[in-house]
C-alpha cells in the first residue's frame, strides 16, 4: 500500500522561502523569468518596467471580447478574463498581493 504525499501549498512555499537569504531569492526569480516568457509581462509590470506594461493584456482582452469579424477571428471571454487576472497579479492584486 502506498501513501500519498500531499500536494504542497502556498503556505509550505512561504515558509520555505522564509529561509533564502537576498541573493537566494534573486535567483530564484531569474530561475522562474527564464523558464517561462508567460511570466515575464507580470514581473515587468509589477516591477514597473518599461512602457505600457498593461499593453499586453489590453491586447488580449481586446481580441478576447472584440474580435476582428473579417479575419474570422472568434471571441474568448475565458482568453480575456485570464489576462484580467494576470494584469491583476502583476499590478500587485490577487495572488501576489502579501
Known amino acids: 500500500m ?3 504525499k500531499p500536494t ?3 503556505s509550505a512555499v512561504k515558509t520555505k522561502l522564509s529561509n533564502f ?3 537566494g531569492l ?16 507580470s514581473l515587468h509590470t509589477r516591477l514597473r518596467l518599461g512602457g505600457d506594461t498593461l ?3 489590453k491586447a488580449t482582452i481586446d481580441r478576447g471580447l472584440w474580435p476582428d469579424v473579417l479575419q474570422q477571428q472568434g471571441t474568448s471571454v475565458a ?3 485570464k489576462a484580467i487576472a494576470d494584469c491583476k497579479m502583476g499590478v500587485g492584486h490577487g495572488r501576489w498581493a502579501g
Not at 26 to 40: E, G, P
Open 2 to 4: 502506498s501513501v500519498k
Open 8 to 10: 504542497p501549498t502556498w
Open 21 to 23: 537569504d537576498h541573493a
Open 26 to 41: 534573486i535567483c530564484l526569480v531569474q530561475d522562474l523569468y527564464a523558464a517561462s516568457k508567460d511570466t515575464r509581462p
Open 55 to 57: 499593453a499586453p493584456y
Open 79 to 81: 482568453k480575456a478574463k
